[in-house]
């Protein structure tokens, strides 16, 4: 079983609707692979707005923690708002009290409390869900905003999907993983067979790129690049094109510019699910083509 991973280096590259659209293909008849898909971009999930899921079952994602003063023990010491770098202890009156959004949940006022009266409660930070969608299983998720832990999730999600391809013999985990380089781009990235960046012929495309190749290379990850609407600035494309030829890493593929894209995305379908003869449907398929290749030969 091998997995696939999306990635960017910054958002709003087309991503997604890459993801969206392998996931479509992978659900024809004449798939070379049976998939299970992960939506990994927790912070903002949105392929499951095109892969019409129906949840079958929903899951709390327990996050971190947040001190809690108990009033009735607190001797207005002062002491915790003293130490808390985050300024998340709120004073009134000699009422003390956390803040929840400012708390980091690092628990030093816990350690500083005299009456030891604050105590550190674990926090809902989400939810995560199995759907069956139109193109296959999905596994995705919801972080509440401002929420920490998004990495803690994307691990959750990328495993629940890996379990049920391993207990169903699915032959692919595809995950749509987050956009840039932080915490949830190292766990969607951990662990994966091939990362595919989607890079966007933009001034700072190859900078955005580069990142987040430096991370795929950090965990050993093979990483193959596609050009999402390359021919809109074809300066930025022939850049990101140099840049990989001299790191020897592979374009397997380059996206025209399509309105087509941004109907299927109003529509709420893949663009290959949409309008299969779209200029952008024809190159995702072809660049499709070119990652099956890569991971057959990886197979053998
Ligand atoms: S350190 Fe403890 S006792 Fe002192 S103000 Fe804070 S909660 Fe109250
Ligand atoms: S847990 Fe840390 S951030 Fe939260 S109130 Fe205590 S010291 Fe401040």
Request: with cysteine.
């Amino acid at each position: 079983m091998k997995q696939l991973v999306i990635l960017s280096g910054k958002g709003g590259t087309g991503k997604t609707s890459v993801a969206a659209a392998f996931a479509h293909l992978l659900s024809l008849k004449n798939t070379p692979f049976k998939a299970v898909i992960a939506d990994a971009d927790v912070d903002a999930a949105n392929l499951e707005l095109v892969l019409s899921p129906s949840v079958i079952s929903r899951e709390e994602f327990w996050g971190g923690s947040m001190a809690e003063i108990d009033p009735d023990n607190c001797t207005a010491c002062g002491i915790c708002a003293e130490v808390c770098r985050f300024d998340a202890v709120l004073v009134k009156e000699d009422l003390y009290t956390v803040d929840p959004i400012a708390c980091d949940g690092c628990a030093a006022c816990v350690y500083q409390c005299p009456t030891e009266t604050i105590k550190m409660i674990e926090q809902i930070a989400g939810e995560w869900y199995q759907s069956d969608s139109l193109y296959g299983p999905l596994f995705h998720a919801n972080l509440i905003p401002a929420q920490e832990n998004s990495g803690k999730l994307v691990t959750l999600v990328k495993q629940q999907a890996r379990l049920l391809a391993l207990d169903e013999e699915y032959d692919l985990v595809l995950v749509d993983g987050p956009p840039g380089i932080g915490c949830p781009v190292i766990s969607a990235a951990s662990g994966a067979d091939l990362a595919l960046i989607v890079a966007e012929p933009t001034a700072s495309g190859v900078h955005d790129m580069h990142r987040v190749l430096k991370t795929t290379a950090h965990f050993d990850v093979e990483s193959l690049v596609c050009i999402n609407k390359a021919d809109i600035y074809p300066e930025g494309t022939e850049a990101i094109e140099e840049f990989c030829q001299n790191e020897g890493i592979r374009v397997v593929g380059k996206i025209p510019f399509d309105l087509a894209v941004t109907e299927s995305m109003v529509q709420g379908k893949p663009v290959t699910a949409y309008k299969a003869d779209s200029p952008a449907s024809l190159a995702i398929l072809e660049l499709w083509k070119e990652v099956v290749e890569v991971i057959q030969d990886s197979e053998e």
